[in-house]
């Protein structure tokens, strides 16, 4: 069975520009999670998606940033203008049931200078 | 409010020693959740155990141990014979039950354990 992927692995991106970060959860788990870890600090939850809705979104820092879960399958988190404070590793869980154990995907390093 | 603290911060030992990871967690939820998670060199967080509030034995599993205390809020990760795999960063982590907060892993800070041959 396919883990949670994650792409890209890294971006490196200007301070201004837009990046999209993609997730493909694991084939069947219907709750979908965004987290990130920014400048050495605790992993930080951002949203929850559960198939296509957004079930839980009291972790996005602010307009900048934008999830989407369309169909219910992949999502994708576009960051949009990228500021210096965003630089950290994203990261994309998926579970089977709200609950449950999450399984996490290997990150994207999101660098921005 | 749910808090995960990992007083330990880095921790080196020799190979074989055995060695324990702290977890202290706060929260007012009456049934809930907590987790360890390895994040070795490579980066991606790999999930260890996961334990319910209501189930207070231990649990091992080779050379892992976990003892969840809930008298002092406490979930400490025990490795035996230590191996220099075994060179990670370690996160406890706490979600509650209720359907709005069971959504979200709270994670502490992370101790990066480092195993010297």
């Known amino acids: 069975e396919a883990g949670v992927t994650q792409f890209p692995s890294h971006s490196v991106i200007e301070k201004g520009q837009t990046v999209t970060l993609r997730c493909d959860p694991i084939s069947g788990h219907d709750n979908l999670y965004w987290y990130r870890r920014v400048m050495g600090k605790e992993i930080k939850f951002l949203l929850h998606?559960?198939?296509?809705?957004?079930?839980?979104e009291s972790g996005m820092p602010n307009n900048r940033f934008l999830a989407e879960r369309t169909g219910g399958t992949y999502s994708t988190l576009k960051v949009q203008p990228a500021e210096l404070e965003d630089s950290g590793v994203y990261f994309c869980a998926s579970s089977q049931q709200w609950g449950y154990e999450q399984y996490f995907g290997p990150g994207t390093r999101l660098t921005v200078t | 409010a749910q808090k995960v603290t990992q007083a330990q911060t880095e921790i080196s030992v020799v190979e074989k020693e055995d060695v324990t990871l702290d977890c202290v967690y706060e929260t007012r939820d009456t049934t809930y959740y907590l987790f360890w998670y390895k994040q070795p060199p490579s980066g991606e967080l790999v999930f260890l155990i996961r334990?319910?509030?209501?189930?207070?034995q231990n649990e091992i599993s080779g050379r892992y141990s976990w003892n969840f205390q809930k008298s002092t809020s406490s979930f400490n990760f025990t490795i035996t014979a230590s191996q220099v795999v075994d060179s990670a960063v370690y996160f406890c982590?706490?979600?509650?039950?209720?359907?709005?907060?069971?959504?979200?892993?709270?994670f502490g800070s992370g101790t990066r354990l480092s195993i010297r041959p």
């Open positions: 982590a706490l979600s509650g039950s209720l359907y709005s907060s069971a959504s979200k892993i709270i």
């Open positions: 334990r319910n509030s209501f189930d207070e």
């Open positions: 998606f559960v198939k296509e809705s957004k079930q839980d």
